[in-house]
């Protein structure tokens, strides 16, 4: 400030030697040194405006002192007050505890361990934020060492912290429900002996590395921290080994970076973990650790690999927009809670083999890369795969799973902007050849393509709306006009552009958005087309889960030809009571009627074993084939029956053969040629085995395939009867375009030839 006050005065003697006529002074009249004093001072002031204010401020804090046994027996003596602890003052240091400083080295560590440890209600803590840490920092030295058996606990614990320290017990017994525990001090602690108990180094204040460098390495191994660890923006040029290291408080490595290998092997964290930001340049190893809350580890960087194996999630464990650009490996992890990876990268293989998931993993727009490998995962009935919006290119990458488990896992909630999502993962296990899991994918979006055209038929749509609609939708005069004005211009084609409008409010929106439709307004033949390919897609999927569930769609045909039997055989033997009657014996009722139970019953069995909604598909089933049977059946018994050939059935086999056959090209009347009259003979109602003719005849019908060539006579047939046959009959060409339609799609082979070209 005094050089700029300098130059200004300066120019005011150039300006009165102007003004007293003397002109303007001679470059001579300036001494060299008031020049170069004049350029320090620009040149000052330039680079001042150039260079941003953070980076001067953290020049400022880079000042660092050199740390001497006198300093640090200064700070020792007179600790500071932070947060409500006292703390060892040791910031903005430069500690040398490299090999040549062996003296001040392990005088350092004896000092500062016998204040640590000194005996109090509060423990002492430890703040080296902004120090820079040459040479190797054995932290676990500065730890009270004592065993972890009860009776044997050092006496200088108060009450807390020997509950903290047996909580440690609880944690090894939930471990060991789940596996087998890794560390020694869990091995220990479960042991019957007591006397085997092993021994861990105790840490009881907080400890503070805010912005510290490590030049060499770090050493917490089997480090028990009573208090909070907080080393945002700690640089660790070398390895940092906290393995085994238990953090019963709040520990926070945000923005911290690991130019090394970091070693979290075995550590157990009693509360929250935040990683979020972390870069790991070298492998991260938390092989067999245990999270009990929740972990953050957004936007962290694994530059190698990422070793997460038989890790415990207890709770949430957040990875969001996390890139691993080298192996991530979660093997036989268990995660209790949600596991979220949105926007998370995948570069390389990752591994979740053998992993036990409880909750939903949420994988919303995250990009794999390289390969999936989901190969013996257990999910839990409340888990699944959450993958909207997932970029995943199955010509360049691979996601593994368990044949007929997988395709199940995964979820997306609309079926906008998630085609190529469902086209590509469907291509992924086609190539795998996991037809099943293929299928289900399929499935899964013909389901959402339902949902979606039942939107557009039942919602009002925005587009073609009234004003008087709109107002009755709950929309303002205001915003009517406004939606109005707009779609005059363009039409709505989703949801987010109502709220471009400026009278539109979110509270509005979140309201009424779920009972409108977008798009193009749909004129009557229009709605009609639309209202068909609903209900065609709605029974494709019902009936046989859209092609994909043979199992589905045999049940479905094991109930059509019992149901259709037992009508046939009730038309053919109970004609009349009056005034002669003609009706079955009891014996021949008894057995029809436990034909038809043991048939039904395993026609069900398959459809409530197959279908995801087994009574809508029931449901569906009874619509097609019980209203106009039963309405003929009730014609039929009304109006009674009064023509010749009463005593003789009015169905007729074949006499010349009796084999299986396949009967495609047959149908249900025979023709009225007298030699076929000849052929085919009445069935003999004084046989026992008579009624599985009927089913027989029902079989023929729905699928062309018997052991006998069953029809209807031509003569003295009343024309009720002939129009059941032919409608059981024309249900018959659907079922079996569906079967055939069906076969092509569960069938490797067949799938191979259809898809794969």
């Known amino acids: 400030m005094n050089e700029i006050i300098f130059e200004t005065q300066s120019y005011a003697e150039v300006n009165a030697a102007k003004s007293s006529g003397g002109g303007f002074p001679s470059v001579g009249n300036f001494s060299r040194e008031r020049c170069a004093e004049n350029l320090f001072c620009i040149l000052l002031i330039f680079f001042s405006l150039l260079l941003p204010a953070p980076v ?32 060892v003052d040791l910031r903005q240091m430069v500690i040398d505890l490299r090999p040549e400083n062996a003296s001040f080295r ?141 953090f019963s408080r709040l520990v926070s490595f945000m923005n911290a970076t690991f130019r090394q290998v970091s070693n979290f092997q075995g550590s157990i964290f009693f509360d929250k973990a935040n990683f979020k930001q972390v870069q790991f340049q070298e492998m991260a190893d938390f092989h067999g650790s245990i999270f009990e809350k929740a972990a953050n580890f957004n936007q962290v960087l694994f530059k190698q690999l990422a070793k997460f194996n038989q890790v415990q999630w207890q709770e949430d464990a957040d990875f969001s927009d996390v890139r691993f650009a080298n192996q991530a490996q979660f093997t036989k992890a268990n995660f209790n809670q949600v596991f979220l990876l949105p926007e998370a990268t995948f570069e390389q293989a990752v591994i979740f083999r053998e992993a ?17 490998d989901f190969s013996d995962v257990r999910f839990a009935k409340t888990a699944f795969l959450n993958v909207p919006g997932l970029n995943f290119n199955s010509n360049q990458a691979k996601i593994l799973g368990n044949l007929g ?82 779609r005059t211009v363009q039409i709505f084609r989703n949801s987010s552009e109502l709220l471009t409008l400026a009278d539109i409010d979110l509270e509005t929106y979140n309201k009424i958005t779920n009972r409108l439709s977008f798009g193009e307004p749909l004129a009557l033949g229009g709605w009609l087309l639309q209202a068909w390919n609903w209900l065609a897609l709605g029974v494709l999927l019902l009936l046989s889960g859209y092609g994909t569930n043979l199992w589905l769609a045999f049940g479905v045909g094991g109930v059509a030809i019992a149901y259709f039997g037992l009508l046939f055989w009730l038309v053919d033997r109970y004609r009349r009571l009056r005034p002669v009657a003609i009706i079955p014996t009891y014996s021949e009722t008894i057995s029809i009627l436990l034909g038809f139970s043991c048939l039904e019953f395993l026609s069900l069995l398959a459809i409530f074993r197959n279908a995801e909604q087994p009574w809508l598909t029931l449901g569906c089933l009874l619509i097609i084939i019980i209203p106009v049977p039963i309405a003929l059946l009730m014609r039929l018994y009304q109006q009674g029956r009064y023509h010749d050939l009463m005593d003789v059935s009015y169905f007729v086999e074949d006499g010349t053969f009796r084999q299986l056959r396949l009967l495609i090209g047959r149908l249900p009347v025979i023709p009225r040629n007298e030699t076929f009259r000849e052929r085919y003979m009445p069935l003999l ?34 024309g009720i009867i002939a129009t059941l046959a032919w409608y059981q009959w024309s249900l018959g060409v659907l079922y079996i375009t569906l079967i055939l339609w069906t076969l092509s799609r569960t069938i490797p082979g067949l799938n191979l030839l259809i898809y794969l070209k």
């Open 56 to 87: 001067l401020a953290a020049q400022t804090q880079l000042e660092r002192t050199p740390l001497t046994l006198e300093i640090l027996q200064e700070r020792l003596r007179a600790p500071i007050l932070r947060e409500g602890n006292l703390t």
């Open 106 to 246: 392990d005088n350092f560590y004896q000092l500062l361990r016998k204040e640590l440890q000194k005996a109090g209600a509060k423990a002492l803590g430890l703040d080296i934020s902004y120090s820079l840490i040459q040479g190797d920092f054995v932290g676990s030295d500065l730890g009270l060492r004592t065993p972890l058996y009860a009776q044997a606990i050092a006496p200088i614990f108060t009450a807390t912290e020997q509950e903290q320290l047996e909580s440690l017990r609880l944690v090894c017994l939930q471990s060991l429900a789940i596996a087998l525990p890794n560390s020694k001090d869990c091995r220990s602690l479960l042991a019957t002996d007591a006397t085997a108990s092993g021994e861990i180094n105790v840490f009881r204040g907080a400890l503070t590395l805010v912005n510290t460098r490590f030049n060499g390495q770090v050493q917490f191994l089997n480090t028990f921290f009573l208090q909070s660890v907080n080393a945002q923006n700690a640089t660790f040029l070398q390895p940092a080994n906290w393995s085994e290291a238990r």
């Open 356 to 372: 036990q998931f409880n909750q939903p993993v949420n994988l919303h727009g995250a990009n794999i890369l390289n390969l999936a």
């Open 405 to 486: 488990q997988i395709g199940k896992m995964f979820s997306i909630p609309n079926l906008q902007g998630n085609q190529n999502v469902l086209r590509n993962l469907g291509q992924n296990f086609r190539q795998q050849q996991q037809i099943a899991d293929a299928n289900q994918l399929e499935y899964t979006k013909q389901r959402l393509r339902l949902i979606e055209l039942s939107q557009r038929l039942l919602r009002a749509n925005i587009n073609s709306a009234s004003f008087t609609s709109l107002i009755k939708l709950g929309f303002s005069a205001t915003q009517a006009a406004a939606i109005l004005n707009r």
């Open 685 to 718: 109602s004084d046989r026992r085995w008579n009624w599985l003719n009927y089913y027989d005849f029902s079989l023929n019908n729905l699928v062309r395939l018997g052991f006998n060539d069953l029809r209807l006579r031509d003569e003295h047939l009343p």
